[in-house]
């Protein structure tokens, strides 16, 4: 059992994730170290979040600042694992007692089609690299290139990201015409708001005389299959039609202020290329035979120059770190332990693969409680599953670490901090960041 607490641990990512894995084990009496990529640690709050949302990243920015500005944490951001300092590196040269991988999913799930690859910037989006360009847009110095939204844009997917996106395209091809036809300059939250019909209304001014076509969602299954609300595991047969119900009406509402257009039973094909870029994409119908997707023969080709894919975002692979398909390897997807090191954990969306805030947190929550007591003080033990007593086991041995250890870390850890001139004042490097 713990006495000192003389445990250091790695966490590689400062968001929802890595801060709440991170005041968890600080609470504990820990030392925590966080390595950043960015200057600011908000993830995908800051980057994935659309701008709209500007109150509730308002709010998570400051839950995140609260968790790291503490004395026994010491951030150290710019600093990328995979570029700035290698897997091996941090696992077998600096000796934390634990390290816990909270580096989110920032790789685009890769469209199936073929030549998607070639496409890219020829009319292909990927949905991370939209909603970036979408936040930043009006700060054209921080963009790496600009991007045009394209009216009759296909959106290819069926999470809230896709309806973010939709929304995105509507909001901007609205903002555009209005600014062309009445010179009148909208803000993106007010229509967020109030909706596109209702701005119209309030501006007098007809959607229909703005020559819209609209952008178009392509969804493989139908509006009561997309996975807008989550359906729990225990659900019965009567709350899993409500929770069917409610998916439908977020789609609806969502169309009602948005106008975009919805195309379900839908899968791509093939993309239609003409000089090299997109023209139009081909997409086969589907059909539903006891929950079961059918692809049927039936083709329908849709002129488009502009193809957004939003169907998920996956782990960066990373050199070092074992992966099992398109995730990294794990034991125990529950509590995040990586199959091929003991002591390295991962949580969050790098591996819940559920793109929420709060599925992000709890399980923050639950993989820092393991460790500090599981892992690091293994007879705090009140768990049962097999897998987990397995390591219990091996890590029973695990000692604290010395004085003279942690402090070997500490000056490794104010080294990577010089690199990037970071003086371990968190709320001063936070400030001058903004
Ligand atoms: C378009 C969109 C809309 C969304 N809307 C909502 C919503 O309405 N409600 C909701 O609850 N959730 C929403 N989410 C999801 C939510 O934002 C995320 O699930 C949550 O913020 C993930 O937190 P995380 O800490 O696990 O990962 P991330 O936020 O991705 O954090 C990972 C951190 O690790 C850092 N990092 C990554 N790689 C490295 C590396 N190699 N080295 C060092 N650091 C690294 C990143 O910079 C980042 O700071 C949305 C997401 C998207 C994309």
């Not at 966490?11 to 820990?30: E, F, P, R």
């Not at 054209?140 to 394209?150: A, F, R, T, W, Y």
């Not at 460790?371 to 390591?391: C, F, H, I, M, R």
């Amino acid at each position: 059992m713990s006495k000192n607490n003389n445990h250091f641990i790695a966490i590689i990512g400062g968001a929802v994730s890595g801060s709440t894995a991170a005041s968890t084990l600080l609470d504990k009496g820990y030392k925590v170290a966080i390595i950043e990529q960015n200057a600011r640690p908000y993830g995908k709050i800051e980057d994935g979040l659309p701008i709209w949302h500007q109150k509730q990243r308002e709010q998570e920015y400051a839950k995140i600042d609260q968790k790291l500005d503490h004395p026994n944490l010491y951030f150290i951001p710019n600093t990328k694992l995979g570029t700035n300092i290698s897997f091996d590196e941090l696992t077998n040269k600096i000796k934390f007692s634990a390290i816990i991988l909270a580096i989110g999913a920032w790789k685009d799930r890769p469209l199936p089609l073929k030549k998607s690859d070639s496409l890219i910037n020829k009319g292909l989006i990927y949905q991370n690299k939209f909603i970036y360009w979408f936040n930043h847009r009006e700060d054209i110095n921080s963009l790496k290139e600009n991007i045009q939204v394209i009216d009759g844009a296909i959106i290819i997917g069926g999470g809230l990201a896709s309806i973010d996106v939709a929304k995105a395209c509507q909001i901007e091809l609205f903002i555009k015409a209005v600014r062309e036809i009445k010179n009148i300059i909208l803000d993106v939250e007010k229509i967020e708001t109030n909706g596109i019909p209702k701005t119209c209304e309030k501006i007098g001014i007809a959607y229909k005389d703005l020559n819209i076509k609209g952008s178009t969602i392509l969804y493989r299954r139908t509006a009561t299959d997309m996975p807008l609300a989550d359906i729990p595991d225990n659900a019965t047969v009567q709350m899993i039609e409500k929770i069917k119900n409610v998916r439908s009406k977020i789609l609806q509402k969502a169309k009602d202020k948005f106008l975009f257009n919805f195309e379900e039973l839908s899968t791509p094909n093939k993309f239609l290329i003409k000089n090299g870029k997109i023209n139009g994409i081909q997409i086969k119908k589907t059909e539903l035979v006891d929950g079961k997707l059918i692809v049927t023969h039936k083709t329908k080709d849709i002129q488009t120059t502009q193809v957004i894919s939003s169907i998920g975002s996956i782990p960066e692979p990373i050199e070092g770190i074992m992966m099992e398909g398109e995730t990294y390897k794990v034991k125990d997807k529950n509590l995040g332990i990586y199959t091929e090191i003991d002591g390295i954990f991962l949580t969050g969306n790098v591996v819940t693969g559920k793109g929420n805030i709060r599925d992000s947190l709890k399980h923050a929550e639950k993989v820092s409680a393991y460790v500090a007591n599981q892992y690091l003080s293994p007879l705090n033990n009140d768990l049962e599953d097999t897998a987990v007593k397995k390591v219990e086991n091996f890590l029973a041995q695990k000692k604290e670490l010395s004085n003279a250890d942690l402090e070997i870390i500490q000056e490794k850890i104010i080294k990577l901090q010089s690199r990037v001139n970071y003086h371990n004042n968190y709320k001063e490097w936070i400030s001058a960041s903004q």
